[in-house]
């Protein structure tokens, strides 16, 4: 009897430490999804998906200060270089991150359309937050306008692209899939799964993630699924996650 009760205890054990570790990926895939740039989730299959994550955003100015002519609107009628923030900032942007305004297509941010790098960060006074200076760049207006996010530049591969590679289970019942999590710099398009990156979590035997870029009547709501089923010496532990994305730039 104490043998079969060693065996149920190691087979709980590995249970919940295979539900424990696809919990915590999920949950950090989850995190950094919420924080995208609207329209910026993109897949190819159900392998991976690519994103680009934000560190702040915020209001800019729109329309000139009659009190003071230091302050400075952003033109979305001509390439910009100098804009006014007005909105308090989470995180203060730093040069070198990213700028992305009005990003309304999935391919406009990563073909450089929508974003332009900052190359100064001002300070700021009785009314605005900070003034950020950009590479000379004309941003279309978002729905509602006046509103940015910044893309840290994370030492030039600011994209965030999670992966699942080498789906199947082994003879011992081993799933021998892994997932990671790939940073790359920006690229027009998504047409493989890459390979590398940090991994979150070994032993997967199956993994999906489904993205839906028009969740809901508004259709300003992206929404991303993901499934992950880790399996070690034939015990299992599956999970699914659903997160909710917005596109509204």
């Not at 919940?16 to 924080?35: F, K, W």
């Not at 033109?75 to 007005?86: G, H, K, R």
């Not at 003034?131 to 509103?147: C, E, K």
């Amino acid at each position: 009897f104490a043998r079969e009760g060693a065996a149920v205890v190691a087979v709980a054990r590995r249970r919940a430490e295979l539900t424990d570790m696809a919990d915590t990926a999920l949950q950090r895939i989850s995190r950094d999804v919420r924080s995208a740039v609207p329209n910026s989730v993109r897949t190819v299959g159900t392998a991976c998906f690519e994103f680009l994550p934000t560190s702040a955003g915020g209001r800019f100015r729109l329309g000139a200060d009659i009190h003071s002519a230091a302050d400075q609107p952003l033109d979305i009628t001509q390439p910009a270089t100098t804009f006014d923030v007005l909105s308090p900032l989470s995180t203060l942007p730093a040069v070198n991150d990213w700028v992305v305004i009005g990003n309304q297509n999935t391919g406009d941010v990563y073909a450089g359309t929508t974003r332009a790098q900052i190359t100064a960060v001002g300070a700021g006074n009785a009314v605005r937050e900070a003034s950020l200076t950009v590479a000379a760049q004309q941003f279309p207006p978002g729905y509602d306008g006046g509103r940015f996010v910044v893309v840290p530049n994370n030492g030039g591969a600011p994209a965030v692209v999670y992966v699942c590679s080498g789906v199947g289970v082994d003879a011992a019942g081993n799933g021998t899939e892994t997932l990671s999590r790939v940073t790359r710099g920006f690229d027009a398009a998504l047409n493989a799964c890459p390979a590398g990156g940090a991994t979150l979590a070994t032993r997967v035997a199956a993994c999906n993630f489904i993205y839906d870029p028009n969740h809901g009547a508004t259709q300003q709501s992206g929404y991303v699924w993901l499934q992950l089923e880790l399996r070690e010496a034939g015990e299992s532990a599956a999970l699914a996650y659903g997160t909710h994305v917005s596109n509204v730039p």
